[in-house]
């Protein structure tokens, strides 16, 4: 192998197509942007261009049967006046926004490729579509996924409609999506009606394709099951298709780039995925919203764009090979230079040159104003065969580059370099056995801290260090590169000798996955070292294990660490006759365990045939931490560690809501009559008719309004008890005729009661904090359709009222004497099993346990 250092006299620039810097900033949409800024004495010149977001008149059967949905056509300045009248002669793309995105980003693609069609004299043009999806949350409730897809559809042949009669008239559209856009526009191959050949290029940004990130009702989940078995099944037909998907990196902590990765099948090779830190003169991550703003991301897009034009029918060419070889071109491998379709693989050499034949393994050649240098390669070395590596330091005035001479030995016999300024090339041969080095990691148990080192003394230019067995994305490391060069600082004059010293520098890396390694790969993860002659590095490496992409299940841990206290509570009610406070009996009762050695008995029998097939003859679905092991996102200490934060946040949680139910209920004192505890029939027509209405409320608009009444009235039932407790416990004055009413007994009833109550409330707050995204799309969709449909909680809602309209008029008196008072205090237990094994993948589900278990307490009244 060949490696070649080259050092200039000034630092290099990441350039634009045009030659001008590009800066990797976030771009703003706004009415009126700033063109450019100049500066004339004291004066400021702002120069500011118009925009326009045209609305496309949609035919009215479509307009009638999606009226919060709009299509729009972006433009600014001349171009917005020229295409008032929509005749269209460019090439249609549709920008698709994400959750609560607005059409209006698609400003950041439109613009830059209007600037870049300016530059071509308008030789070719696009016209950037964007759709208005209302801003909707859809990737929190699902139930409108289905609704936007076939609106998309309707608009594609809308975009298509335009161009009629035009020279060079689309038959397909492209399509850019952003985060849940992109999932919508892969979702058009399953409908049933839907040519493929409307599209022929999709490219979508950090967008969740293999599983939501919050399954919070099942038409999310099914939604995702139907388009993913579709592009699986059907990937013979979508051949013609060609996607590239964009994922953020690490800083996009909504979406992790592992969900963002589309499936590569055997049949299936015109998909691609990118991560953005990984996309050249980009290298760098964005968030979830900036991927749309980021310039160095929409610049190799909108070349893409340009470069996938068929000059024939100056439409994006109908080759599926030439559009992977540009996606391939621009966000994967890069040389540094235009695109060529068929670019010259050899180049003739004219004129006189010098050669100087070169017989050792390195050398240092410096040059001044010499535009040509021309290096005699020899090839007398075995030499490996990886593909051309280019690898230049933003931060660094050198550009370093690997060449695999054995893989290109019959092919090549020069290396060209060119450069008018002063520069030093240093150049190498070697053997890639003798620059491979092997950092084993460190043991998953030691918490960083202990290390593996590794030390270099450096006599060549470049190393190669592997990180064994580092392949699990629950694996981090910090690898800290520590050096020390001879530097030269000076001479002294009387002896001419000259000094020099060590110079130590240090530099930390964070090491990451954003996937496991796949079963069929077998290469490790490599970091490459550039190193210098006169150097000395030692590598070390600190093993952590993080926590990440599993936020999203800690509420089924504090549900399943409340279920336990709630389960607790009733024992001791059971056995001693008094209620424990929650704190006590969290502390007391949810154990890790209790559930999780369950868990993973079962995940470890379902690797046996016969279990499998005893669990599927039980209509039973597949436990959750056996689909995330096979995702390869799990591992033994994943469920310890979150039940610990569960446990956590249920107890600093109810400390929160005790205290502010305490100081809520203080203030209340001064405004309300003390009240005394009395006995009432639990079933009262009054009730009846609370439940009818709370029944037709969620029936006729939406079932999580109804869970959220039905909360208030149960939190001021709770207040009205606290200040009765309160008032007979603390109060000195003026209550002296509730004393008289309230025996001992009555008021340890009353505490019992209000303790049970709480813990009831606590779990109740859950389950409204999970539909909540429901009842927030209702509310906003309200002046368009009164009744949610479809509602993901509308019949666990009419249970759960008829529930708690009874358990809030329940006290433990008429719950202690009940035969099924044992049988509710061990229920929880198996149902906080159930809610881990299937709710963390199914969010949707953890409502059904916690109902079960409330409808358990409530028969207990009766039996």
């Known amino acids: 192998m060949l490696i070649v250092q080259s050092a200039s006299a000034s630092s290099p620039q990441r350039l634009s197509k045009s030659g001008s810097p590009v800066p990797c900033y976030w771009m703003q949409a706004t009415s009126f942007v700033l063109s450019s800024c100049v500066l004339k004495g004291s004066i400021l010149i702002l120069c500011c261009i118009f925009l326009l977001q045209q609305k496309i008149k949609l035919p009215k059967k479509t307009a009638r049967r999606y009226p919060a949905y709009e299509l729009y056509l972006y433009g600014e300045g001349n171009y917005a006046e020229e295409n008032k009248n929509l005749i269209l002669t460019g090439i249609p793309i549709l920008f698709l926004p994400g959750n609560a995105g607005s059409y209006k980003q698609v400003r950041s693609l439109g613009s830059i490729a209007l600037r870049k069609a300016e530059d071509l004299d308008f030789k070719y043009h696009f016209n950037f579509f964007s759709v208005n999806f209302n801003e909707e949350l859809v990737a929190l409730y699902g139930g409108t996924l289905q609704q936007q897809t076939k609106f998309v559809h309707e608009?594609?042949?809308?975009?298509?409609?335009?161009?009629?009669?035009?020279?060079?008239?689309?038959?397909?559209?492209?399509?850019?999506?952003?985060?849940?856009?992109?999932?919508?526009?892969?979702?058009?191959?399953?409908?049933?009606?839907?040519?493929?050949?409307?599209?022929?290029?999709?490219?979508?940004?950090?967008?969740?394709?293999?599983?939501?990130?919050?399954?919070?009702?099942r038409y999310l989940t099914d939604f995702y099951t139907a388009v993913n078995n579709h592009w699986t099944l059907k990937a013979q037909d979508l051949r013609n298709l060609t996607t590239l998907s964009v994922a953020g990196g690490f800083r996009d902590y909504q979406v992790r780039s592992g969900l963002a990765f589309l499936p590569r099948l055997s049949q299936h090779d015109s998909a691609l995925s990118v991560v953005s830190s990984a996309v050249p003169r980009a290298w760098a991550s964005t968030d979830h919203l900036s991927i749309v703003w980021c310039k160095e991301l929409i610049l190799a897009t909108i070349r893409a764009f340009f470069d996938l034009i068929d000059e024939n029918t100056r439409q994006i060419t109908e080759d599926p090979k030439k559009r992977m070889s540009v996606l391939n071109h621009h966000f994967v491998r890069h040389p540094g230079k235009i695109f060529e379709e068929n670019p010259e693989v050899f180049t003739e050499l004219t004129g006189t040159f010098t050669w100087v034949e070169v017989k050792t393994s390195k050398w240092t050649y410096s040059a001044y104003n010499v535009s040509n240098i021309f290096l005699r390669c020899v090839f007398m070395f075995v030499l490996f065969t990886n593909e051309v590596f280019f690898f230049p330091f933003k931060d660094s005035d050198g550009k370093y580059f690997t060449f695999p001479l054995a893989s290109h030995r019959e092919s090549y016999s020069h290396i060209y370099c060119e450069n008018t300024k002063l520069f030093t090339l240093d150049c190498e041969f070697f053997k890639e056995d003798s620059r491979t080095i092997q950092l084993p990691v460190t043991n998953l148990f030691s918490f960083g801290l202990s290390s593996s080192k590794i030390l270099l003394n450096s006599t060549g230019l470049f190393y190669n260090v592997q990180l064994q067995h580092f392949n699990q994305v629950y694996q981090a490391f910090k690898i800290h590169v520590e050096s020390?060069?001879?530097?030269?600082?000076?001479?002294?004059?009387?002896?001419?000798?000259?000094?020099?010293?060590?110079?130590?520098?240090?530099?930390?890396?964070?090491?990451?996955?954003?996937?496991?390694?796949?079963?069929?790969?077998?290469?490790?993860?490599?970091?490459?070292?550039?190193?210098?002659?006169?150097?000395?590095?030692?590598?070390?490496k600190k093993h952590f294990i993080i926590i990440r992409f599993h936020a999203g299940a800690l509420p089924v841990y504090v549900v399943s660490n409340i279920l336990l206290t709630y389960g607790g509570q009733l024992s001791t009610l059971l056995s001693t006759g008094q209620c424990s406070e929650f704190s006590l009996e969290l502390v007391r009762t949810a154990k890790p365990y209790k559930v999780e050695p369950i868990i993973s008995i079962v995940v470890f029998l379902q690797g046996f045939n016969w279990f499998r097939e005893i669990w599927d003859s039980l209509l039973l679905p597949e436990v959750d931490a056996a689909v995330l092991s096979s995702q390869d996102a799990w591992f033994p200490l994943v469920s310890l560690i979150l039940f610990l934060f569960g446990t956590g946040i249920a107890y600093w949680s109810a400390v929160f809501f005790s205290t502010s139910l305490r100081i809520f209920s203080s203030l209340c004192l001064t405004l309300t009559r003390p009240t005394v505890l009395s006995k009432a029939k639990l079933i009262t027509p009054r009730r009846l008719c609370m439940m009818g209405s709370l029944a037709l409320v969620s029936w006729t608009t939406c079932g999580a309004f109804a869970l959220f009444i039905i909360y208030l009235q149960y939190l001021f039932k709770v207040l009205t008890i606290l200040n009765l407790y309160m008032k007979s416990e603390f109060c000195v004055f003026s209550i002296k005729s509730v004393k008289k009413s309230l025996s001992s007994s009555t008021t340890a009833e009353a505490a019992n009661s209000l303790k049970i109550h709480v813990t009831v409330l606590n779990l109740f707050t859950w389950i409204v904090l999970l539909n909540l995204p429901s009842l927030v799309y209702w509310l906003k969709n309200l002046r368009y359709h009164v009744r949610l449909d479809p509602d993901p909680c509308r019949t666990t809602a009419i249970i759960l009222v008829c529930i708690l309209e009874i358990l809030m008029n329940l006290s433990t008196s008429e719950v202690k004497s009940s035969k099924l008072l044992k049988m509710a205090a061990k229920v929880p237990l198996p149902l906080s099993v159930a809610v881990l094994a299937f709710g963390r993948m199914h969010l949707y589900k953890v409502p059904h346990f916690v109902t079960f278990s409330l409808f358990l307490h409530v028969l207990c009244c009766v039996v």
């Open 155 to 217: 608009c594609l042949k809308v975009i298509l409609r335009l161009y009629r009669g035009q020279e060079f008239a689309p038959t397909s559209v492209a399509i850019v999506g952003h985060s849940m856009g992109g999932l919508v526009a892969r979702a058009l191959l399953t409908l049933k009606n839907f040519k493929p050949e409307l599209i022929n290029l999709l490219i979508t940004q950090a967008t969740p394709h293999v599983a939501p990130v919050m399954p919070l009702d």
């Open 484 to 540: 020390h060069c001879q530097s030269l600082i000076g001479k002294y004059t009387c002896s001419k000798l000259f000094l020099s010293f060590s110079v130590p520098s240090f530099t930390e890396i964070s090491a990451k996955l954003h996937m496991a390694q796949p079963e069929n790969e077998s290469r490790f993860p490599v970091l490459n070292i550039y190193s210098s002659s006169d150097c000395q590095y030692e590598v070390s």
